[in-house]
């Protein structure tokens, strides 16, 4: 099924077309001509629009002309009249996906014909998630056990369309995790909006959730459409949802009660086709406790929470993440290929991490600046010497990986990463020590 847009000012044809696709199970709406489909178009998103050339008010080719600048997802398909099929290939040309040619032969031809477009914008929105998750979306982990429970919960959960809340310290990674649950989601081929609830005044953040009608406020001179609707079919990602003041507590908690809202200053109710992934890393039960947070918003976001265990928790991913993020870092300061030293290993594992995976990368930037291009080494790493070590009760238990990864790193910096001479002081055999290198990581 697909949404259509019928725009044609002669009203038998309308109607024909209308019958004729929602008889194939599409749900269409009908613009007695262009200016009409417009304002229609910029209420709401639609699959597909077909539309006359030949219109009062507004025309097909200026409507096609304003689809393609506001809504380039849509895909457009023109009508015209025998013997003008010289316009029709000009709409082509102009962006428009084909055309009917008027009369129409048959509503089979022209079911075959909005499918074929239903089936192109499809594949496009795919292909462009795709490449998206490709380029953008780093691994949620590399292997440290701590996160097996978390990335199984969010692969079962992305299969549904359950809220999930995301909880976890700043920094842990909590927007990857829901980018993670979009890609994974049946509605990956939609769009991934998110929000930051801390960034925004609560007048503009309330406009720019639902969006605002021409002059709902001082300085609104057009409507405009909110997150929430640009989201249509796909995930909606509220990030740092505890900073929400009490009145947005309460209008959100509407939305996802009834799945629906009104723009700011506007009276249309307008449908919310989006899934529902919200972060916190505010203690929200304490705030419910002290009346600072709705409860029955909590419940509503909570359907299926899942805690991001803090990067200290998580030791195993640290080596594998910083090379990650340090290519990336190569990648920002046209560096190229970044190295590191053998001995930044240990430092790095040993670190508290209390900003996370973004105190990390910013450690790894400022390494890769004053390195200048040389490997970065642990002088290169300035950590905050006025933070206290970790306590005994919170660093990770030392395991005999652990013990044996740091004593390799130790030892082949030692002998400038001689892997014969290490392996022999360390009295294992070059292919063993090979292995043990690719295991930990260490190259």
């Known amino acids: 099924m697909a949404r259509v847009l019928v725009a044609d000012d002669e009203e038998g044809i309308r109607s024909f077309l209308a019958e004729a696709l929602e008889l194939d199970g599409h749900e269409v709406e009908q ?6 489909a417009l304002s229609m178009l910029r209420e709401r998103s639609f699959d597909v629009l077909l539309t006359d050339l030949k219109m009062p008010a507004l025309d097909g080719m200026g409507l096609l002309a304003h689809v393609r600048a506001e809504q380039p997802e849509t895909e457009v398909i023109v009508l015209t009249a025998h013997g003008t099929v010289a316009n029709a290939v000009e709409a082509m040309r102009k962006g428009a996906y084909d055309f009917l040619e008027k009369p129409i032969g048959s509503p089979a031809e022209l079911r075959l014909l909005i499918a074929r477009a239903v089936e192109r914008r499809r594949l496009r929105t795919v292909e462009e998630g795709a490449a998206r998750a490709s380029t953008e979306l780093p691994p949620l982990t590399y292997g440290d056990p701590k996160m097996e429970p978390v990335v199984e919960a969010l692969s079962k959960v992305a299969r549904t369309d359950a809220t999930v809340l995301l909880v976890g310290e700043s920094g842990t990674g909590k927007e990857v995790a829901a980018r993670a649950v ?3 989601s049946k509605r990956a081929g939609g769009p991934f909006v998110a929000v930051n609830c801390a960034a925004l005044s609560e007048t503009l953040l309330e406009s720019e959730l639902f969006g605002h009608e021409k002059g709902a406020f001082t300085g609104a001179h057009a409507r405009r459409r909110g997150r929430i609707e640009l989201a249509e079919g796909g995930t909606f990602f509220l990030d740092e949802v505890g900073e929400l003041k009490p009145a947005l507590q309460a209008k959100l908690l509407r939305v996802l009660e009834e799945r629906a809202f009104e723009r700011v200053g506007g009276t249309r109710t307008l449908r919310a086709d989006v899934r529902w992934v919200a972060a ?8 419910i406790a002290d009346g600072s947070f709705r409860e029955d918003l909590y419940h509503r976001l909570a359907v299926f929470p899942v805690r991001l265990p803090a990067l200290r928790e998580r030791r195993r991913d640290i080596l594998p993440l910083a090379k990650s993020l340090l290519r990336r870092v190569g990648a920002d300061l046209g560096r190229g290929e970044l190295t590191m030293t053998y001995d930044v290993a240990a430092k790095l594992e040993g670190a508290r991490w209390s900003g996370n995976v973004r105190e990390l990368r910013n450690v790894l930037e400022r390494a890769a600046i004053l390195a200048d ?5 642990a002088e290169h790493l300035w950590l905050d010497p006025t933070r206290p070590p970790a306590a005994a009760s919170e660093a990770e238990p030392v395991t005999l990986e652990d013990v044996e990864r740091r004593a390799i790193a130790r030892t082949l910096e030692a002998v400038d990463g001689n892997r014969k001479e290490a392996a022999a002081q360390l009295g294992i055999g070059l292919r063993t020590l090979y292995d043990k290198l690719k295991r930990y990581g260490l190259s």
């Open 31 to 36: 613009a007695a001509d262009g200016a009409e």
């Open 373 to 377: 291009g040389a490997p970065i080494a």
């Open 280 to 287: 916190t890393n505010r203690d929200l039960a304490a705030m």
């Open 182 to 184: 979009h890609g994974w």
